[in-house]
């Protein structure tokens, strides 16, 4: 059935083949050094013919193997820290084996090329060794995949999922109560309460942090020294490191949540929208705030199986779950040196439903029926050769809150079709063929939304 395969599943295979295949020229190899020395050693002349014939086939493997470690490679997911040693010493691998070759057959007669060649042999078999090392610690050792688990990268990644939280609108929560609290509660809770005082410290009201522990009271006019962050940005390994090793760590949306609220001087009963929000936390806040939207809560949605996340991610889409336990999915084109879709895949079909934040922008794409996918409520389409022709079937999406249409090709006809999109808080239109008097013909429409023609927007 090969024939109905298109290619990317055909390089899939190949390539997870990798780990069957590396072992061919592991034992192929090896076996033609030990031949050579033994037709040395025992005065055999069929054993030295039998290790050419064992380089050349070797050879062979070295190629398959490498091949197919480049695909399985493409498929991303290996830190690059890891992949490169290993990619460069099956390089050197092939090239010592073609050197092995050359010297026992063109230079067989010069009397230096023995001399060459022996110890060409031994370095063929290390560098074999050891590139079989390189990949075993890059499949099996993979605790290297999951950094942000230790919350030790300094990197804010707002896409990273993020517990969905009960979290009023943002701006009406308390930094204290609705965001530092619940995260103590969940992550500190089980050893830090009024009855198991670990390091006699209490983390259960705002009055018993304050109190701290062992080491003394927390004092606010000293963030720097402050043991509660000290505490936490610990490396894993540490033993001062809270929690500790092998208990559920924060993430690192959470420890910055934690940090400014530290660096804020612990306030306890300020709300978030009397405070200055710095941008990395105004980042998040609009994630937590986007998390609360009424259709997320639909519980009906089943789960997306792991193995279809899968192929749409061998497929170039970068596919996240938006929180941690959601049905729902983020979906976004990751670029593969220019190569990007002009059509939505037949394989988002199955997902439609699932879909809620789409990001098609700088793609091919000119069609495509946006109606199937109802739960959208983010949409980026920027930079694209998008037309009118699109939009009605955008106009259904009853849920939608964020439309990017900027650098299309959307005149005055398709604008009409926005009108109904009376959830819309905000559209991106600058650059596309919007004159400023149609904007504001859609603003009386749509007087709720914020609409962005760019320079020529008066607003
Ligand atoms: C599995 C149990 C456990 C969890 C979970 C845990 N801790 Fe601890 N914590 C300890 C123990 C045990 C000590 C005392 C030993 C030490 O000082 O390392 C301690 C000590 C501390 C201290 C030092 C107190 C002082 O004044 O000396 C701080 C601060 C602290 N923890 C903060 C936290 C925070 C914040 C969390 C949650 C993010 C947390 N811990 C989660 C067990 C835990």
Redesign the pocket.
């Known amino acids: 059935m090969i024939f109905l395969l298109n290619w990317s599943d055909i390089s899939f295979l190949i390539g997870r083949m990798h780990p069957l295949l590396v072992h061919f020229p592991i034992g192929i190899l090896s076996l033609a050094v030990i031949m050579e020395f033994g037709s040395i050693f025992f005065n055999k002349k069929e054993l030295g013919k039998a290790a050419l014939f064992s380089l050349y086939v070797g050879f062979v493997a070295t190629i398959l193997a490498g091949f197919s470690g480049y695909l399985i490679s493409q498929g991303g997911g290996y830190s690059d820290e890891m992949l490169t040693p290993h990619r460069w010493a099956g390089i050197s691998l092939a090239v010592l084996n073609i050197l092995a070759i050359v010297l026992k057959t063109v230079f067989r007669e010069k009397s230096w090329s023995l001399k060459i060649y022996l110890p060409t042999l031994v370095i063929l078999l290390g560098v074999v060794l050891y590139t079989g090392h390189l990949g075993g610690t890059l499949t099996h050792g993979s605790d290297f995949l999951n950094v942000s688990q230790t919350g030790q990268t300094n990197q804010l990644n707002v896409n990273e999922n993020f517990p969905l939280s009960d979290l009023p609108r943002p701006e009406e929560a308390y930094l204290f109560n609705d965001i530092v609290q619940p995260i103590?509660h969940n992550?500190?809770g089980?050893?830090?309460n009024p009855q198991k005082r670990?390091?006699?410290?209490d983390?259960s009201t705002f009055s018993s942090i304050m109190d701290?522990?062992?080491?003394?009271p927390l004092d606010v006019n000293s963030i720097s020294e402050s043991?509660?962050l000290r505490?936490?940005e610990e490396p894993l390994s540490s033993?001062?490191r809270?929690?500790?090793k092998g208990?559920l760590q924060?993430s690192n949306i959470q420890l910055e949540l934690i940090r400014w609220w530290v660096a804020e001087k612990y306030p306890e009963d300020i709300q978030l929208k009397f405070m200055n929000l710095p941008n990395n936390i105004e980042l998040i806040l609009n994630r937590i705030d986007d998390l609360n939207h009424p259709v997320y809560s639909n519980d009906k949605l089943p789960h997306v199986d792991e193995t279809v996340l899968t192929s749409l991610r061998r497929k170039g889409y970068g596919v996240n779950v938006i929180a941690d336990g959601s049905p729902f999915l983020e979906v976004r084109f990751k670029f593969k040196k220019g190569e990007t879709p002009d059509e939505i895949a037949e394989e988002l079909k199955p997902v439609a439903r699932h879909i809620v934040w789409f990001d098609l922008s700088g793609t091919a794409i000119k069609e495509a029926d946006f109606s199937q996918f109802e739960n959208l409520t983010r949409l980026n389409l920027s930079q694209t050769n998008i037309g009118d022709s699109v939009l009605k079937n955008i106009a259904s999406l009853q849920n939608l809150e964020y439309l990017n249409l900027h650098s299309t090709q959307i005149s005055s006809e398709g604008i009409q079709q926005l009108a109904t999109l009376s959830n819309l808080k905000n559209i991106y239109l600058w650059n596309t063929g919007i004159l400023p008097e149609e904007a504001d013909w859609l603003k009386k429409r749509l007087p709720e939304t914020e609409i962005s023609l760019g320079v020529t927007d008066g607003s």
């Open positions: 103590l992550h500190c089980s050893c830090h670990k390091g006699g410290l983390l701290g522990g062992d080491s003394g043991e509660l505490r936490l033993d001062d809270m929690p500790p208990k924060l």
